[in-house]
């Protein structure tokens, strides 16, 4: 489970608009599927994404974040520190 523990400082979705990935001032970056939001079963419609992993390595705020999941790739930027860019790959 997910459990974010600051502000969201940034968001970015996919070009298919299936996952969202928000980063964080707690400095992690979580990736989300939103494909079913809208969707409706017979327990009602969906309206909540939900969480699918959450991703490590900065020191700092994240400030930027972009996902391509064509290419099983998410990017993330944080405040100037010796782990600015993080690339996380499948």
């Given at each position: 489970?997910?459990?974010?523990?600051?502000?969201?400082?940034?968001?970015?979705?996919?070009?298919?608009?299936?996952?969202?990935?928000?980063?964080?001032?707690?400095?992690?970056?979580?990736?989300?599927?939103?494909?079913?939001?809208?969707?409706?079963?017979?327990?009602?419609?969906?309206?909540?994404?939900?969480?699918?992993?959450?991703?490590?390595?900065?020191d700092k705020a994240v400030t930027c974040?972009?996902?391509?999941?064509?290419?099983?790739?998410?990017?993330?930027?944080?405040?100037?520190?010796?782990?600015?860019?993080?690339?996380?790959?499948?």
């Amino acid at each position: 489970m997910c459990m974010l523990t600051d502000l969201v400082t940034c968001v970015a979705l996919d070009q298919c608009g299936s996952f969202l990935i928000t980063g964080s001032r707690d400095t992690t970056c979580v990736v989300w599927d939103v494909s079913h939001l809208g969707t409706s079963s017979s327990s009602g419609v969906h309206m909540t994404p939900r969480p699918v992993q959450t991703l490590f390595g900065h020191d700092k705020a994240v400030t930027c974040v972009g996902i391509m999941t064509e290419l099983d790739m998410a990017v993330s930027g944080s405040l100037v520190s010796a782990d600015a860019i993080q690339v996380y790959a499948r």
